[in-house]
T-cell receptor, first 111, second 115 residues
Framework: DQQVKQNSPSLSVQEGRISILNCDYT??????FLWYKKYPAEGPTFLIS?????DKNEDGRFTVFLNKSAKHLSLHIVPSQPGDSAVYFC??????????FGKGTKLTVNP | KAGVTQTPRYLIKTRGQQVTLSCSPI?????VSWYQQTPGQGLQFLFE???????NKGNFPGRFSGRQFSNSRSEMNVSTLELGDSALYLC??????????????FGPGTRLTVL
């Protein structure tokens, strides 16, 4: 049973436009959410996180939105750059160090 | 500050053998977690160690085990290897212990191939 779902396996956007990556979860015990970016043959790199007591967190070009009632979060990248092309993973925690990951969305930013 | 390091980076073993993977966390981090990444299942949590004790455990068979040393370095062992154990094994460290959630930082992984 997948507790964290990323329903879009891939996304393609033009350079300079907005990239929106989506993630849904089912476990109400999750109270912390993270986004990681992964290049082939490398470990995931932490991007941005959000606590369940917030609905938005910004860090430069990256913004994460959390809708607790819908059990949905999204990552916005504005403006998108070719170097952002990677696989993005959404992850959730119930407060422990055990992270539950989605299966990832491959983002391609075209020049 | 140096990142999480994992050794070896690549490993080839045959079915039935055992393997030990090593992870050195970021200096000052006391929690080390292990994950398995496969194309079909994605990233799955194996276990987490904190202060030399296993604190959290995922849904993997007992063939998968680990330990943590007093310097926070951790090892993971897989016994009686099966073909399905072929995967990228990722180690992540976090500061932990502060009362609030701390982000985990990942190493580059060990690519294990079982023939």
């Amino acid at each position: 049973d997948q507790q964290v779902k990323q329903n879009s396996p891939s996304l393609s956007v033009q350079e300079g436009r907005i990239s929106i990556l989506n993630c849904d979860y089912t476990n109400s015990m999750f109270d912390y959410f993270l986004w990681y970016k992964k290049y082939p043959a490398e470990g995931p790199t932490f991007l941005i996180s959000i606590s369940s007591i917030k609905d938005k967190n910004e860090d430069g070009r990256f913004t994460v939105f959390l809708n607790k009632s819908a059990k949905h979060l999204s990552l916005h990248i504005v403006p998108s750059q070719p170097g952002d092309s990677a696989v993005y993973f959404c992850a959730a925690s119930d407060g422990s160090e055990k992270l539950v990951f989605g299966k990832g969305t491959k983002l391609t930013v075209n020049p | 500050k140096a990142g999480v390091t994992q050794t070896p980076r690549y490993l080839i073993k045959t079915r039935g053998q055992q393997v030990t993977l090593s992870c050195s966390p970021i200096s000052g981090h006391r929690s080390v977690s292990w994950y398995q990444q496969t194309p079909g299942q994605g990233l799955q949590f194996l276990f987490e160690y904190f202060s030399e004790t296993q604190r959290n455990k995922g849904n993997f068979p007992g063939r998968f085990s680990g330990r943590q040393f007093s310097n926070s370095r951790s090892e993971m062992n897989v016994s009686t290897l099966e073909l399905g154990d072929s995967a990228l094994y990722l180690c992540a460290s976090s500061f932990s212990g502060s009362g609030s959630y701390n982000e985990q930082f990942f190493g580059p992984g060990t690519r294990l191939t079982v023939l």
